[in-house]
């Protein structure tokens, strides 16, 4: 098992930047699949992005391809999601989440697989 911390969420303009941390600690930081998924009041939780074991591949929803950017420092056993152009439908409880079965990932990847995750961190975009 791991475990996950969010952080940096926070109230932020349309238009606005906000980067996400998540530390990890528990098991080796290299190994396994990181992802971001996002709950909206109201709504089912959604994938956001994913990053493989060693960061060389990533992988985003298309509401936010082109505006996220989902990074993770091995040194620090920390993973990132760095938010620009936010608009206010982005607003919502942000968790990261860990696969430990997979070390890549892949577009048919089955998002059961995430069983590890955070408390999650609050983003409110403000039109």
């Known amino acids: 098992q791991v475990q996950l911390i969010e952080s940096g969420g926070g109230l932020v303009q349309a238009g606005g930047s906000l980067r996400l941390s998540c530390a990890a600690s528990?098991?080796?930081?290299?190994?396994?699949?990181m992802g971001w998924f996002r709950q909206a009041p109201g709504k089912e939780r959604e994938f956001v992005a994913a990053?493989?074991?060693?960061?060389?591949?990533?992988y985003y929803a298309d509401s936010v391809k082109g505006r996220f950017t989902i990074s993770r420092d091995i040194a620090k056993n920390t993973a990132y999601l760095q938010m620009n152009s936010l608009k206010a439908e982005d607003t919502a409880v942000y968790y990261c989440?860990?696969?430990?079965?997979?070390?890549?990932?892949?577009?048919?990847?089955?998002?059961?697989?995430?069983?590890?995750w955070g408390q999650g961190t609050q983003v409110t975009v403000s039109s």
């Open positions: 989440a860990a696969d430990l079965l997979h070390s890549d990932y892949s577009s048919s990847h089955d998002y059961t697989n995430f069983g590890s």
């Open positions: 528990g098991r080796t930081f290299s190994s396994y699949v």
């Open positions: 990053i493989n074991w060693s960061g060389s591949s990533t």
